[in-house]
């Protein structure tokens, strides 16, 4: 009995662990939201996402235990799309001017291409 | 025929303490890939569809942040937050129904497993009941872009959601086949793994949601 009570809980305490640490975050997830909006509670609450997310990966996803290209890649979907999010959110006028800068020079090209067409 | 990782004969019923010590073989053995290797293609391909549909809610945000704020504040933010620890709950009973089956605690494992399939219910409901508030408020999916946006890509994870659930019903079924006792057999093992990575995509798939819907302001 001693050893069933003892493999149950080496089963079931990583799980109850890493859910009592993802409920906390949200929670202060929404705490963090609550206060006057800014940059840095935007950066804030961005990290604490990326943190839970990399918690549901590495820990229930069981990818810690896996090969190092799965656990790179996870980890670059991590930051590329929270990154890319939490950037456009935090400097949206920056963001845009800079996506426009590349576009431009593509939608000229482009127009330019459909006038040659036209003649 | 042995069990795997032990060399232990499969008709020796093995004791508790054997089991416990098979699931952590199994848990130290590197370079294990989670689930069926082929599932990861799926997951991997629909965490980037995701992501792209992050992107775009993250540049019509910067290129209309008065329509999106308008929309932030339209948001019923104690059912998101509900169904995000909804969501989370569920995959903690979904590991732990993992765990508990290698243990071969069938019975436990399949209640695990039917209380995260009834939080997945729980969650569809939730949502159910925001997008008739929504409806009722006269929003939809053609009024806006913001509204465009949350139906299509909630709509979209609800559909995960209702296709995990569906999943989380073949494991209850799977579980009673299993001998209590004894460990499953490895088959079992990844078919039971390759649920749980596709339940806990829909999970993080959601904490990202949720950031994005009910906190950003």
Known sequence: MTDRIRSHWHALLPVFAVWTVLVAITQVSVLESARPASAYVLVAIAGLTALKVALVIFSYMEVSRAPLWLKAACVAWITIALGTVTVLMVFPQWSVALVNQGVSPLLAAHDNTSAEDDK | MNLPGTGAPACAAPRMGDAAREVQARGARASHVPGEAELWILILGDMIVFGLFFAIWGWN????????????????????????????????????????????????????YAAAAALGCTFVVLKAIEYGQHIAAGADALGNSYF???????????????????????????????????????GDVVFLESVGVFWHLVDLLWIVLFFLIYLVR
């Open chain 2, 61 to 112: 945000h910067a290129t209309q942040p008065e329509l999106f704020a308008w929309g932030g504040a339209q948001m019923n933010r104690a059912l998101g937050l509900a169904n995000t620890l909804v969501l989370i709950t569920s995959s903690a009973a979904v590991a732990s129904g993992l765990n508990l089956a290698r243990l071969g605690r069938s019975h436990e494992a399949r209640l695990s």
């Open chain 2, 148 to 186: 465009m946006y949350y139906f299509v890509f909630t709509g979209i994870h609800l559909l995960h959601v209702v296709v995990g659930i569906t999943a989380l019903l073949f494991v209850m079924q799977g579980c009673r086949r299993l001998q209590p006792g004894a460990p499953p057999a490895e």
